[in-house]
């Protein structure tokens, strides 16, 4: 009895594992983000949210000047990449981060960049998050 309720048990972790890392973006999987900001035009931008809302940073990929975006650094514990997107619009390369806010507090993205040729990381945008809300237990 008790080898059943552990292979049972393996078997409904198992599933829920997957069905939660197989989440593709979509208009369908519930990701709305709450904020959206177009970072095009500006290096230091900031945002104010509450915790459990969702944003994302939608910006050009600087590679007519020779550079190209190698990620983002933020807080684990405050924030959680739920996506990351480039796509083409126009024959302009774009790159979408998409973020679920876990916990109030104040906080920076900052997305890096590095030229084609190589060379040193750069920072390309700066984000502060400013979250408040909730920090209860329910």
């Known amino acids: 009895m008790f080898g059943l309720f552990d292979k049972i048990s393996f078997i409904v972790v198992f599933i829920l594992i997957l069905s939660g890392c197989g989440v593709p973006f979509s208009e369908d999987t519930g990701f709305d983000p709450t904020e959206i900001l177009v970072l095009d035009d500006k290096?230091?931008?900031?945002?104010?949210?509450?915790?459990?809302?969702?944003?994302?940073?939608d910006m050009r990929i600087p590679s007519d000047k020779g550079y190209?975006?190698?990620?983002?650094s933020f807080d684990p514990v405050m924030l959680r990449l739920e996506h990351y997107l480039e796509y083409d619009e126009e024959g302009t390369v774009r790159v979408v981060y998409m973020f679920s806010v876990?916990?109030?507090?104040?906080t920076d993205?900052?997305?890096?960049?590095?030229?084609?040729s190589g060379g040193e990381?750069?920072?390309?945008?700066?984000v502060s998050v400013k979250v408040s809300g909730d920090d209860g237990f329910f």
Not at 102 to 106: A, E, R, S
């Open 68 to 72: 190209e975006v190698i990620g983002a």
């Open 109 to 116: 993205v900052l997305v890096k960049m590095k030229s084609i």
């Open 43 to 57: 290096y230091d931008s900031s945002v104010s949210l509450e915790k459990g809302e969702i944003f994302a940073l």
């Open 102 to 106: 876990l916990m109030k507090g104040i």
């Open 121 to 126: 990381v750069e920072i390309y945008k700066r």
